[in-house]
């Protein structure tokens, strides 16, 4: 008998990529997706621990859907960070929810459900999976018209910033081998994909603990071959571990797009040190000069907190520089959010609330309009756009990406859905660009550079 599966997704690509996981796994159970909570057997909350925020969203949601359960009988589960983190603590202070599934346990989850259905007993699966398990592709039984995917290439980190709750929550850094990768994304393409992300804590420390001898910058070639694919793209990578091959790459692989998203956390190297980065304000402007000298077109995007332990205004100051220094097309800033058994929560010199929303209130008005100049710059060129569907905002419009990750809205036919087309670019917003489709054909190849400037 058929049943329906809610999933709730708080937090990074990771988090969602898992929820996409979660529901082709339990495709194979009979449970179909509803975006509807009301008509859902299983309710399944996935969540993030990294800020409070959104741990604190786990319990308002819990409370919002605790009727449906008294009502209609429906199964609560809790996955991904906070229910790796608080475990038994979850079902103790929760009575109404069945079920708590940590970030390694999520191919574990049709038994567990079958489990709870014969015992009618409450469940919670939080184990570190040695084994890998964990990492195996879970793929859609059929096509589901998918342009874009994510492809998860380890997972983990043993960096250990002194912030960070991953390493607690993820475990130790674990790389997938790269025949499984490679024949996922060869899958992914049959299946009509044409742009995959590669999905890791820390994706250029890539191949430690692999029988073969593999680096990320190599996994990017071989990927690069992979026929029909048009696009490539990873997140995230760490500073200290960008090598010289990984930014070759930029001018080698055709078919990485130009963009890379590269957290620096903070401009003063007196707050880098105690957040434990292993690099300096002066060697993260360093490679920024060297990714742009490879390749001029690169977009970069960045991670900074503010009000980190002992951070004080000299110090939000160097942030400042060197977020003008730069010019990222755009940042993801947030306040520094103490996390339990991290060792940053003991430092006794924590940041007041109030200086820390000033400062951050500060910095995202500065890269506002730094993101808005550079949308503008990118006025009058042509792109290339990867189509992914219709516009939200508009029934005449459809939407896509350029190789720069901006996305572009323009008229055009539904018919345009995975190919990739030249747009001239007519207007730049905050968040997107508009433009006009051209009628120029690329003679060779997407990627070639004379094509793409018209
Ligand atoms: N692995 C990535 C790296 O090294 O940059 C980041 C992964 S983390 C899940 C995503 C972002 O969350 C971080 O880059 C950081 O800016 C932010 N973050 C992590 N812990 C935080 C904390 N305790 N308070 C505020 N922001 C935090
Ligand atoms: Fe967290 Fe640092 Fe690892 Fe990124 S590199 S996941 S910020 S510990």
Same mark, same amino acid.
């Not at 184990?127 to 983990?156: H, N, W």
């Not at 390493?167 to 996922?184: C, D, N």
């Not at 930014?247 to 130009?258: D, G």
């Not at 940053?344 to 890269?367: G, H, N, P, Y």
């Given at each position: 008998?058929?049943?329906?599966?809610?999933?709730?997704?708080?937090?990074?690509?990771?988090?969602? !990529?898992?929820?996409?996981?979660?529901?082709?796994?339990?495709?194979?159970?009979?449970?179909?997706?509803?975006?509807?909570?009301?008509?859902?057997?299983?309710?399944?909350?996935?969540?993030?621990?990294?800020?409070?925020?959104?741990? !604190?969203?786990?319990?308002?949601?819990?409370?919002?859907?605790?009727?449906?359960?008294?009502?209609?009988?429906? =199964?609560?589960?809790?996955?991904?960070?906070?229910?790796?983190?608080?475990?038994?603590? &979850?079902?103790?202070? =929760?009575?109404?929810?069945?079920?708590?599934?940590?970030?390694?346990?999520?191919?574990?989850?049709?038994?567990?459900?079958?489990?709870?259905?014969?015992?009618?007993?409450? =469940?919670?699966?939080?184990?570190?999976?040695?084994?890998?398990?964990?990492?195996?592709?879970?793929?859609?039984?059929?096509?589901?018209?998918?342009?874009?995917?994510?492809?998860?290439?380890?997972?983990?980190?043993?960096?250990?910033?002194?912030?960070?709750?991953?390493?607690?929550?993820?475990?130790?850094?674990?790389?997938?081998?790269?025949? $499984?990768?490679?024949?996922?994304?060869?899958?992914?393409? $049959?299946?009509?994909?044409?742009?995959?992300?590669?999905?890791?804590?820390?994706?250029?420390?890539?191949?430690?603990?692999?029988?073969?001898?593999?680096?990320?910058?190599?996994?990017?070639?071989?990927?690069?071959?992979?026929?029909? &694919?048009?696009?490539?793209?990873?997140?995230?990578?760490?500073?200290?571990?960008?090598?010289?091959?990984?930014?070759?790459?930029?001018?080698?692989?055709?078919?990485?797009?130009? !963009?890379? !998203?590269?957290?620096?956390?903070?401009?003063?190297?007196?707050?880098?040190?105690?957040?434990?980065?292993?690099?300096?304000?002066?060697?993260? &402007?360093?490679?920024? =000069?060297?990714?742009?000298?490879?390749?001029?077109?690169?977009? @970069?995007?960045?991670?900074?907190?503010?009000?980190?332990?002992?951070?004080?205004?000299?110090?939000?100051?160097?942030?400042?520089? &060197?977020?003008?220094? @730069?010019?990222?097309?755009?940042?993801?800033?947030?306040?520094?959010?103490?996390?339990?058994?991290?060792?940053?929560?003991?430092?006794?010199?924590?940041?007041?609330?109030?200086?820390?929303?000033?400062?951050?209130?500060?910095?995202?008005?500065?890269?506002?309009?730094?993101?808005?100049?550079?949308?503008?710059?990118?006025?009058?060129?042509?792109?290339?756009?990867?189509?992914?569907?219709?516009?939200?905002?508009?029934?005449?419009?459809?939407?896509?990406?350029?190789?720069?990750?901006?996305?572009?809205?323009?008229?055009?036919?539904?018919?345009?859905?995975?190919?990739?087309?030249?747009?001239?670019?007519?207007?730049?917003?905050?968040?997107?660009?508009?433009?006009?489709?051209?009628?120029?054909?690329?003679?060779?190849?997407?990627?070639?550079?004379?094509?793409?400037?018209?």
């Amino acid at each position: 008998m058929e049943k329906r599966v809610y999933i709730e997704t708080y937090g990074c690509q990771m988090n969602e !990529h898992d929820s996409e996981r979660i529901l082709h796994l339990l495709e194979g159970s009979h449970y179909l997706e509803t975006k509807n909570a009301q008509e859902a057997d299983f309710i399944l909350i996935n969540t993030c621990s990294v800020r409070e925020k959104p741990e !604190h969203k786990v319990y308002s949601a819990l409370g919002r859907f605790k009727w449906l359960k008294e009502k209609r009988g429906a =199964v609560l589960g809790v996955a991904g960070c906070v229910a790796q983190q608080e475990g038994d603590r &979850l079902l103790d202070r =929760v009575p109404y929810l069945d079920l708590v599934i940590g970030t390694h346990a999520i191919p574990m989850l049709p038994q567990l459900l079958q489990k709870m259905e014969v015992s009618g007993e409450r =469940v919670c699966e939080t184990g570190f999976d040695s084994a890998g398990d964990y990492l195996k592709a879970v793929l859609p039984q059929e096509p589901v018209g998918k342009v874009r995917s994510y492809v998860t290439i380890m997972q983990g980190c043993d960096h250990f910033c002194s912030f960070c709750i991953v390493p607690y929550v993820r475990g130790r850094e674990r790389s997938r081998p790269s025949r $499984e990768i490679i024949e996922e994304v060869k899958r992914l393409v $049959e299946m009509g994909v044409k742009e995959v992300c590669l999905l890791g804590q820390n994706v250029n420390g890539y191949g430690k603990g692999l029988k073969e001898e593999i680096r990320f910058s190599e996994l990017l070639r071989r990927i690069n071959d992979i026929d029909g &694919l048009h696009r490539i793209r990873f997140t995230t990578s760490h500073p200290r571990d960008l090598s010289e091959e990984l930014i070759q790459a930029y001018s080698n692989l055709s078919k990485l797009c130009e !963009h890379i !998203h590269l957290p620096f956390q903070s401009g003063s190297d007196k707050i880098l040190q105690p957040m434990h980065r292993g690099y300096t304000k002066a060697s993260y &402007l360093e490679k920024i =000069v060297c990714l742009k000298k490879v390749c001029p077109s690169i977009a @970069v995007t960045a991670d900074v907190i503010v009000g980190f332990p002992g951070e004080e205004e000299k110090d939000f100051e160097e942030t400042l520089d &060197l977020i003008q220094k @730069v010019r990222f097309d755009d940042l993801f800033s947030f306040k520094y959010s103490p996390r339990k058994g991290t060792r940053a929560a003991q430092f006794t010199d924590q940041v007041e609330e109030k200086v820390k929303q000033d400062r951050l209130s500060v910095l995202q008005e500065i890269q506002k309009q730094i993101t808005l100049q550079k949308n503008h710059e990118r006025e009058g060129r042509l792109e290339e756009v990867l189509v992914e569907g219709r516009s939200k905002q508009s029934l005449q419009d459809m939407t896509g990406r350029t190789r720069s990750n901006k996305i572009v809205n323009f008229e055009g036919e539904l018919a345009l859905v995975g190919k990739l087309v030249p747009v001239e670019i007519t207007k730049a917003y905050p968040h997107s660009l508009r433009g006009g489709i051209l009628e120029v054909e690329f003679a060779c190849s997407p990627q070639c550079l004379p094509c793409r400037s018209g």
